[in-house]
Protein backbone atom coordinates (compact mmCIF):
# COMPACT_ATOMS: atom_id res chain seq x y z
CA UNK A 1 0.00 0.00 0.00
CA UNK A 2 1.13 3.71 -0.06
CA UNK A 3 1.68 4.05 3.17
CA UNK A 4 4.30 0.89 3.09
CA UNK A 5 6.06 2.16 0.10
CA UNK A 6 6.20 5.92 1.60
CA UNK A 7 7.86 4.42 4.67
CA UNK A 8 10.19 1.98 2.47
CA UNK A 9 11.40 5.32 0.53
CA UNK A 10 11.91 7.55 3.75
CA UNK A 11 14.34 4.51 4.67
CA UNK A 12 15.83 4.49 1.50
CA UNK A 13 16.67 8.54 1.42
CA UNK A 14 17.75 8.55 5.41
CA UNK A 15 20.43 5.27 4.10
CA UNK A 16 21.26 6.51 0.63
CA UNK A 17 21.68 10.61 1.33
CA UNK A 18 21.40 11.74 5.38
CA UNK A 19 22.52 9.28 7.79
CA UNK A 20 23.52 6.32 6.52
CA UNK A 21 23.94 2.94 9.44
CA UNK A 22 25.95 1.46 11.97
CA UNK A 23 26.35 -1.67 12.40
CA UNK A 24 24.94 -4.00 14.75
CA UNK A 25 27.14 -5.98 16.96
CA UNK A 26 28.49 -9.52 16.82
CA UNK A 27 28.10 -11.31 12.69
CA UNK A 28 26.28 -8.61 11.69
CA UNK A 29 30.19 -6.32 12.21
CA UNK A 30 32.44 -9.25 11.41
CA UNK A 31 30.27 -9.75 7.97
CA UNK A 32 29.97 -6.14 6.49
CA UNK A 33 33.24 -4.02 8.15
CA UNK A 34 34.73 -4.21 4.86
CA UNK A 35 34.71 -1.35 3.30
CA UNK A 36 31.15 -0.06 5.08
CA UNK A 37 31.56 3.30 6.76
CA UNK A 38 29.54 4.21 9.67
CA UNK A 39 27.50 6.68 9.80
CA UNK A 40 27.86 8.11 6.46
CA UNK A 41 25.59 7.89 3.62
CA UNK A 42 25.67 5.51 1.44
CA UNK A 43 25.04 7.36 -1.50
CA UNK A 44 22.07 7.89 -4.15
CA UNK A 45 21.14 4.97 -5.90
CA UNK A 46 23.42 2.15 -3.73
CA UNK A 47 19.91 -0.03 -2.57
CA UNK A 48 18.39 -1.15 -5.39
CA UNK A 49 14.95 -2.10 -4.81
CA UNK A 50 12.92 -5.47 -5.92
CA UNK A 51 10.54 -3.30 -7.57
CA UNK A 52 13.32 -1.75 -9.89
CA UNK A 53 14.92 -4.94 -10.76
CA UNK A 54 11.37 -6.07 -12.15
CA UNK A 55 11.72 -9.64 -9.98
CA UNK A 56 7.91 -9.80 -9.06
CA UNK A 57 7.24 -9.18 -12.90
CA UNK A 58 4.71 -12.16 -14.19
CA UNK A 59 6.80 -13.34 -16.93
CA UNK A 60 9.95 -14.17 -15.38
CA UNK A 61 9.50 -17.81 -14.12
CA UNK A 62 12.67 -18.26 -11.78
CA UNK A 63 12.51 -14.57 -10.22
CA UNK A 64 13.21 -15.85 -6.58
CA UNK A 65 16.21 -17.70 -8.43
CA UNK A 66 17.36 -14.17 -9.79
CA UNK A 67 17.00 -12.59 -6.74
CA UNK A 68 19.40 -14.72 -4.79
CA UNK A 69 22.17 -14.40 -7.85
CA UNK A 70 21.46 -10.55 -7.83
CA UNK A 71 22.25 -10.51 -3.92
CA UNK A 72 25.59 -12.53 -4.44
CA UNK A 73 27.01 -9.97 -7.04
CA UNK A 74 26.20 -7.02 -4.42
CA UNK A 75 28.75 -5.93 -1.77
CA UNK A 76 26.88 -6.50 0.78
CA UNK A 77 23.81 -8.79 0.01
CA UNK A 78 20.18 -8.66 0.95
CA UNK A 79 19.03 -5.64 2.92
CA UNK A 80 15.43 -5.86 4.03
CA UNK A 81 14.27 -2.40 4.95
CA UNK A 82 12.23 -2.61 8.10
CA UNK A 83 13.07 0.64 9.89
CA UNK A 84 11.33 -0.63 13.44
CA UNK A 85 11.26 -3.46 15.20
CA UNK A 86 7.91 -3.99 15.17
CA UNK A 87 7.73 -4.08 10.81
CA UNK A 88 11.02 -6.59 10.98
CA UNK A 89 8.70 -8.94 13.37
CA UNK A 90 5.94 -8.59 10.51
CA UNK A 91 7.82 -9.02 8.04
CA UNK A 92 9.93 -12.28 9.81
CA UNK A 93 6.41 -13.97 10.26
CA UNK A 94 4.89 -13.25 6.53
CA UNK A 95 5.64 -16.38 4.68
CA UNK A 96 5.76 -14.57 1.28
CA UNK A 97 9.05 -12.93 2.72
CA UNK A 98 10.53 -15.60 4.24
CA UNK A 99 10.19 -18.07 1.55
CA UNK A 100 11.11 -15.32 -0.80
CA UNK A 101 14.80 -15.01 1.32
CA UNK A 102 14.92 -18.58 2.04
CA UNK A 103 17.80 -19.61 -0.11
CA UNK A 104 19.51 -16.60 0.63
CA UNK A 105 23.36 -17.62 0.33
CA UNK A 106 24.30 -17.56 4.52
CA UNK A 107 26.37 -14.21 5.44
CA UNK A 108 24.14 -12.60 2.86
CA UNK A 109 20.69 -11.46 4.31
CA UNK A 110 20.62 -8.29 6.50
CA UNK A 111 17.64 -5.89 8.35
CA UNK A 112 17.93 -2.13 8.92
CA UNK A 113 16.25 -1.72 12.41
CA UNK A 114 16.31 2.23 14.11
CA UNK A 115 16.33 2.46 17.75
CA UNK A 116 13.32 4.26 18.75
CA UNK A 117 14.00 7.95 19.96
CA UNK A 118 13.70 7.32 23.35
CA UNK A 119 16.66 7.97 25.67
CA UNK A 120 15.83 4.51 27.60
CA UNK A 121 18.44 2.95 24.18
CA UNK A 122 21.90 3.38 23.45
CA UNK A 123 22.08 5.67 20.45
CA UNK A 124 18.44 6.94 20.78
CA UNK A 125 17.39 7.19 16.28
CA UNK A 126 20.18 5.53 15.33
CA UNK A 127 19.88 2.96 12.41
CA UNK A 128 21.28 -0.49 12.66
CA UNK A 129 22.36 -3.17 9.41
CA UNK A 130 21.88 -6.03 11.58
CA UNK A 131 22.50 -9.92 10.55
CA UNK A 132 19.66 -11.90 9.86
CA UNK A 133 20.23 -15.77 10.19
CA UNK A 134 17.83 -16.89 7.41
CA UNK A 135 19.05 -20.98 7.90
CA UNK A 136 19.47 -21.21 12.11
CA UNK A 137 18.68 -19.96 14.85
CA UNK A 138 21.57 -16.96 15.38
CA UNK A 139 20.08 -13.67 17.19
CA UNK A 140 21.86 -10.59 16.41
CA UNK A 141 22.19 -7.67 17.89
CA UNK A 142 21.62 -3.62 17.45
CA UNK A 143 24.39 -3.12 20.01
CA UNK A 144 27.44 -4.74 21.90
CA UNK A 145 26.50 -3.12 25.19
CA UNK A 146 23.49 -0.82 26.76
CA UNK A 147 19.93 -0.82 25.71
CA UNK A 148 18.85 -2.44 22.29
CA UNK A 149 17.31 -4.80 20.67
CA UNK A 150 18.08 -8.95 19.76
CA UNK A 151 16.55 -10.35 16.98
CA UNK A 152 15.84 -13.52 15.63
CA UNK A 153 14.95 -14.37 11.81
CA UNK A 154 11.41 -15.83 13.31
CA UNK A 155 10.61 -12.26 14.20
CA UNK A 156 10.98 -12.60 17.76
CA UNK A 157 12.78 -10.16 19.46
CA UNK A 158 13.83 -9.17 23.09
CA UNK A 159 14.14 -5.21 23.77
CA UNK A 160 16.58 -4.31 27.21
CA UNK A 161 19.77 -4.29 28.47
CA UNK A 162 22.73 -5.60 26.83
CA UNK A 163 25.94 -6.84 27.61
CA UNK A 164 28.34 -8.56 24.99
CA UNK A 165 25.36 -8.41 22.34
CA UNK A 166 24.08 -10.93 24.69
CA UNK A 167 20.65 -10.42 26.82
CA UNK A 168 21.44 -8.81 29.95
CA UNK A 169 19.22 -7.85 33.31
CA UNK A 170 15.44 -6.88 32.37
CA UNK A 171 13.94 -6.50 29.28
CA UNK A 172 10.53 -6.72 28.01
Same mark, same amino acid.
Request: glycine fraction near 14%; charged fraction near 20%; include cysteine.
Given at each position: ???? /? ?5 ? +??? /? ?9 ? %?? $? ?8 ? *?? +? ?6 ? =???? =?? %? ?12 ? =?? @??? /??? @? ?8 ? !????? #? ?7 ? !? ?10 ? @????? &? ?14 ? &? ?8 ? =?????? @??? #?? $????? *? ?13
Amino acid at each position: NFQD /LDALARI +KTA /LEADYGAYLGA %GS $SRNLLQKGFV *EG +KPLGAGMI =VLNE =VL %GLHHGGLEKWKATY =VE @YGT /LTN @YGHLILAGTI !ENFAS #WAKSKPCRD !ETARVVAGRLFA @YIRHP &DNEKFTHPGRGFIVYV &DAHGNKASAT =VSDGYG @YVL #WQ $SGDYF *EGELKDAKMHGQGT
